[in-house]
């Protein structure tokens, strides 16, 4: 099994498309549903043997959530604060701009 390029807490962005957004969780390999994968136009459509990343996401107009194969990400440079609404709730950001998670106990 491929280990994971991207960890919980890094910035990424879409290769292809225009949004970026925070690592919040990992598969190992594709874990979403078969009508997920063959809605993806099939010329662009990933492996399904590759780590799958969910991620706090957003584009000019909304922030939603993603789910988003290794091959189409690259690594988000710009700086940029996200304002993505669940971000402080997961994660806290250091002095350098990093995040980092929030990991809450539940009992």
Do not use: C
Not at 17 to 32: C, K, L, M, S, T
Request: no cysteine; net charge negative; aromatic share 14%.
């Amino acid at each position: 099994m491929k280990e994971a390029k991207y960890s919980v807490g890094e910035v990424v962005r879409h290769r292809i498309y225009p949004f970026r957004g925070i690592v919040y969780d990992v598969d190992p390999e594709f874990a979403n549903t078969e009508e997920w994968w063959l809605s993806i136009p099939e010329e662009i459509r990933p492996r399904k043997d590759q780590p799958f990343y969910h991620l706090l996401a957003e584009n000019d107009e909304t922030e939603y959530i993603a789910y988003v194969s290794e091959q189409n990400l690259l690594p988000d440079e710009t700086g940029k604060p996200l304002r993505h609404p669940q971000v402080d709730e997961m994660f806290t950001e250091d002095e350098d701009g990093r995040y980092h998670a929030v990991f809450l106990d539940r009992h």
